[in-house]
């Protein structure tokens, strides 16, 4: 119940969620999904409900250390993973995560975690760190025979820190780890996974690679409307890219786009007004704009929809309240599918 209705939520905040390749997640084997990772925890929310299987997510522990949340992270199984930021010592914490993860690929569940191990705005796909790598070992060292499949996920925003946003997922091909893992030669096992992962997952979300021309790059596929939802498409355009500043267009929104804009904001102005002046400024990261915004919808528009007919039905009553909150869910719903950031 709970994945259907964050589903349905996910899909009225965004414009638009488009999903590439779920036939390729394996439906009766070990699976340990790699996203890349820009956008806190809607990155993991806009997997879990929909990629045909039920994972278990890794988790920086240091948001376990609430009692009450820990109840409620145990219950959508997630997994505390302890990272150096969180002190050299907690590090021994991890060989028993390591080993709860085996148990779950021996079960033929599946893991998703975020190679990467931070989240970055950027689109570039940034070094994997090999806390992935020690999982699979740890478990082919248990059984050898087992035929884990990594599938690498790319997520791909519009402009994750403007509203409405739209997204698009792509699952790779699944990459057999047995066949890629060495038992004589560990280390070159976790850089042979480790090259290969990367590889795909810069297949399948836009990835810069020149880091000293980022900003560059960037501009220059703003100039020519790169679709940032289609990766591939983008990858083939930066490929064409020279390292050359660029003047972007100012941009003007078409008279009817201002209307609709103006309108939208006129009709929900509390629940706006509430988000831009007292929550906004609380958010500490860029990543976790969002999230945050995301969350602030969900709480907040269905007691505002309360309020409004609430209100309506105390001025005009039932009948035209109904009729009067309903156009306005409408409304917002239409805006966020139709309009453009």
Known sequence: MVKIWMKINLHLYFGRIEKHGLCNVPKNQPVLFLPNHQNALLDVLLIAVDCNRKPWFLTRSDVFKNKTLKTIFDFFQMIPIYRIRDGRESLKNNQAVFDRCTELLLKKEALLMFPEANHNLKRRVRPLSKGFTRILFN???????????????????????????????????????????????????????????????????????????????????????????????????????????????????????????????????????????????????????????????????????????????????????????????????????????
């Open 139 to 341: 478990t082919l060292n248990q059984n050898d025979t087992i035929d884990i499949q990594i599938v690498p996920i790319g997520i791909n925003y519009n402009n994750a820190t403007l509203f409405p946003d739209r997204v698009s997922i792509y699952f790779d091909t699944p990459i057999s780890v047995r066949e890629l893992y060495d038992e004589t030669d560990v280390k070159s096992s976790i850089d042979r996974i480790k090259d290969v992962v990367s590889n795909q997952l810069k297949t399948v979300t836009t990835h810069i690679e020149d880091e000293e021309n980022y900003d560059i790059k960037l501009a220059q596929l703003h100039a020519q409307n790169a679709d940032f939802l289609n990766p591939i498409e983008t990858n083939l355009k930066l490929q064409q890219l020279h390292s050359e500043q660029v003047e972007l267009p100012a941009k003007s929104a078409a008279l009817f786009s201002k209307i609709f804009r103006l309108v939208f904001h006129v009709l929900n102005f509390p629940v706006l007004l509430l988000w831009k002046y007292y929550f906004k400024p609380k958010v500490w990261e860029a990543e976790f704009m969002g999230t945050l915004r995301f969350a602030f919808s969900l709480i907040s528009f269905p007691i505002y929809y309360i309020c409004f007919f609430v209100i309506l039905s105390i001025v005009v009553g039932n009948t035209i309240a109904i009729g009067g909150t309903l156009s306005l869910f409408l409304f917002n719903t239409a805006f966020v599918k139709i309009y453009k950031t």
